[in-house]
C-alpha cells in the first residue's frame, strides 16, 4: 500500500515486470472500497468463493492468474487497523483447496508481515520527525541570534548617513561590527562543532599541564577568581588540544553560572585507576530533571544566549577517551563536574 499516493503497488518474483506491475496499478478501479472491506474482515479470503464487488476488483489485477483452476487466496496485511497491503497467492497445484489450519497459517503470515511493514513504515516516520524537530530547534536558535546580528546592522546603517562624520559614531560603528562579526564566527564554530567528525590523537601527558595550559588561555578574559589545586598525577593517554577544549568550557560554564565575584574551584586528583577533573561553582545550579534529560544534549541550555552546544561536544571528546564525565548540582547552591580518565593498563 502506498499510503502517500493511495495506490497499490505491485510486486512479484517472476509473474510481472516493472512496467506491467505499473500498468495494473494505474488501472485498478474502486481501490477505497477494496481497503474498506479488508479493514472490516482482514482474514484470508477465497477468491473463487467470494462474490464482493472488491473481489471482483482484485481480479483484474492479474486476469492472467485468476481465470482457471483453484485455491487462489487473498491475504490482508493489517496491522493497528491499517491496511498496509495484501498477499495474493495464485492458482494451487492441482487445485486443492485450502484447509483451515492453511488458512490460520496463513493469517499468522499475513500478521506477521503487516505487523514488520508497519514498523518500517512508523520508523521511517520517526525518523523524519526527529529530523525535522531537530531541524526546527537549531533553526529557532540560529534565526534569533541572526535576527539579532541583523537588527544591530542595520540601526547602524540607517544612522550612518546622518552621523558618518561623527567620530564618535564612527568609533561606535566599528566596534558594532566587530562584535557582530564575532558573533556571527561563533555561530559557525559551534555549528562546525556539530558537522565535523571528532578526531582523537592521544599523547602521553600529564592532566595538570592540560589544565594549566587551559586556564592561562583564559587570564585575558577571565574576570573571576578561581581556586587551583593540582597535585602531581601519574601521566595518562589523551589528547591535549582537544581535553583543553574541555577545561575550558567547564570552566567558562561555572564562571556563567556563578555569582559575580563568585570563586570557582578547579581541581584534579587521582582515585584507583583513574585521574579526575574537577570544576566547582557555587552559582545557580541546576535542576536534576535537566541534568537527567537535556544536559549533554545539543541545543539544550540554561543560559539566555546559549546554543547548549558545548557540553554535548564536551562528552563527546570525554567519551572518545573512554572516560566519563559525572556532574552534581543544586539549584541556588551551585554545580561540580568531575571529568574521569582512565589510566593506561587499567582494568576500565
Given at each position: 500500500?502506498?499510503?502517500?499516493?493511495?495506490?497499490?503497488?505491485?510486486?512479484?518474483?517472476?509473474?510481472?515486470?516493472?512496467?506491467?506491475?505499473?500498468?495494473?496499478?494505474?488501472?485498478?478501479?474502486?481501490?477505497?472500497?477494496?481497503?474498506?472491506?479488508?479493514?472490516?474482515?482482514?482474514?484470508?479470503?477465497?477468491?473463487?468463493?467470494?462474490?464482493?464487488?472488491?473481489?471482483?476488483?482484485?481480479?483484474?489485477?492479474?486476469?492472467?492468474?485468476?481465470?482457471?483452476?483453484?485455491?487462489?487466496?487473498?491475504?490482508?496485511?493489517?496491522?493497528?487497523?491499517?491496511?498496509?497491503?495484501?498477499?495474493?497467492?495464485?492458482?494451487?497445484?492441482?487445485?486443492?483447496?485450502?484447509?483451515?489450519?492453511?488458512?490460520?497459517?496463513?493469517?499468522?503470515?499475513?500478521?506477521?508481515?503487516?505487523?514488520?511493514?508497519?514498523?518500517?513504515?512508523?520508523?521511517?516516520?520517526?525518523?523524519?520527525?526527529?529530523?525535522?524537530?531537530?531541524?526546527?530547534?537549531?533553526?529557532?536558535?540560529?534565526?534569533?541570534?541572526?535576527?539579532?546580528?541583523?537588527?544591530?546592522?542595520?540601526?547602524?546603517?540607517?544612522?550612518?548617513?546622518?552621523?558618518?562624520?561623527?567620530?564618535?559614531?564612527?568609533?561606535?560603528?566599528?566596534?558594532?561590527?566587530?562584535?557582530?562579526?564575532?558573533?556571527?564566527?561563533?555561530?559557525?564554530?559551534?555549528?562546525?562543532?556539530?558537522?565535523?567528525?571528532?578526531?582523537?590523537?592521544?599523547?602521553?601527558?600529564?592532566?595538570?599541564?592540560?589544565?594549566?595550559?587551559?586556564?592561562?588561555?583564559?587570564?585575558?578574559?577571565?574576570?573571576f577568581p578561581f581556586v587551583k589545586s593540582l597535585p602531581p598525577l601519574p601521566r595518562v593517554l589523551l589528547?591535549?588540544?582537544?581535553?583543553?577544549?574541555?577545561?575550558?568550557?567547564?570552566?567558562?560554564?561555572?564562571?556563567?553560572?556563578?555569582?559575580?565575584?563568585?570563586?570557582?574551584?578547579?581541581?584534579?586528583?587521582?582515585?584507583?585507576?583513574?585521574?579526575?577533573?574537577?570544576?566547582?561553582?557555587?552559582?545557580?545550579?541546576?535542576?536534576?530533571?535537566?541534568?537527567?534529560?537535556?544536559l549533554f544534549r545539543p541545543f539544550q541550555s540554561t543560559k539566555k544566549k546559549g546554543l547548549g552546544i558545548?557540553?554535548?561536544?564536551?562528552?563527546?571528546?570525554?567519551?572518545?577517551?573512554?572516560?566519563?564525565?559525572?556532574?552534581?548540582?543544586?539549584?541556588?547552591?551551585?554545580?561540580?563536574?568531575?571529568?574521569?580518565?582512565?589510566?593506561?593498563?587499567?582494568?576500565?
Amino acid at each position: 500500500m502506498d499510503q502517500e499516493k493511495d495506490r497499490l503497488a505491485f510486486a512479484a518474483s517472476t509473474a510481472l515486470s516493472e512496467s506491467n506491475a505499473s500498468d495494473l496499478a494505474s488501472s485498478l478501479d474502486n481501490i477505497h472500497d477494496m481497503i474498506q472491506a479488508m479493514r472490516v474482515h482482514p482474514h484470508p479470503v477465497d477468491i473463487d468463493l467470494a462474490r464482493e464487488t472488491w473481489v471482483e476488483t482484485l481480479k483484474q489485477c492479474n486476469p492472467e492468474y485468476f481465470h482457471k483452476g483453484g485455491g487462489r487466496v487473498c491475504v490482508p496485511l493489517v496491522s493497528g487497523g491499517e491496511v498496509v497491503g495484501l498477499i495474493t497467492l495464485g492458482d494451487r497445484v492441482s487445485g486443492a483447496s485450502f484447509s483451515t489450519e492453511d488458512l490460520d497459517l496463513l493469517k499468522c503470515i499475513g500478521d506477521q508481515v503487516a505487523a514488520s511493514l508497519r514498523n518500517i513504515n512508523l520508523s521511517q516516520r520517526l525518523v523524519q520527525a526527529k529530523e525535522m524537530e531537530a531541524f526546527q530547534t537549531m533553526s529557532a536558535f540560529f534565526v534569533h541570534d541572526l535576527k539579532n546580528t541583523a537588527s544591530t546592522l542595520s540601526l547602524m546603517l540607517q544612522n550612518m548617513s546622518r552621523h558618518f562624520q561623527d567620530p564618535a559614531f564612527q568609533e561606535d560603528a566599528v566596534r558594532g561590527l566587530s562584535k557582530s562579526v564575532s558573533h556571527l564566527n561563533n555561530l559557525i564554530n559551534e555549528l562546525t562543532l556539530l558537522r565535523q567528525g571528532l578526531e582523537i590523537k592521544p599523547l602521553d601527558s600529564d592532566l595538570n599541564q592540560v589544565v594549566a595550559a587551559a586556564l592561562v588561555g583564559l587570564d585575558g578574559t577571565a574576570d573571576f577568581p578561581f581556586v587551583k589545586s593540582l597535585p602531581p598525577l601519574p601521566r595518562v593517554l589523551l589528547d591535549p588540544a582537544q581535553m583543553q577544549k574541555v577545561v575550558t568550557n567547564l570552566v567558562i560554564n561555572a564562571k556563567e553560572a556563578a555569582a559575580p565575584h563568585g570563586e570557582i574551584k578547579v581541581e584534579t586528583s587521582r582515585r584507583n585507576g583513574w585521574v579526575i577533573l574537577s570544576v566547582a561553582d557555587q552559582g545557580c545550579g541546576m535542576s536534576s530533571e535537566f541534568i537527567r534529560r537535556s544536559l549533554f544534549r545539543p541545543f539544550q541550555s540554561t543560559k539566555k544566549k546559549g546554543l547548549g552546544i558545548g557540553m554535548f561536544h564536551s562528552k563527546m571528546i570525554v567519551d572518545a577517551h573512554r572516560g566519563r564525565i559525572e556532574v552534581e548540582s543544586e539549584k541556588g547552591k551551585g554545580t561540580t563536574f568531575r571529568v574521569w580518565l582512565p589510566l593506561p593498563n587499567s582494568s576500565v
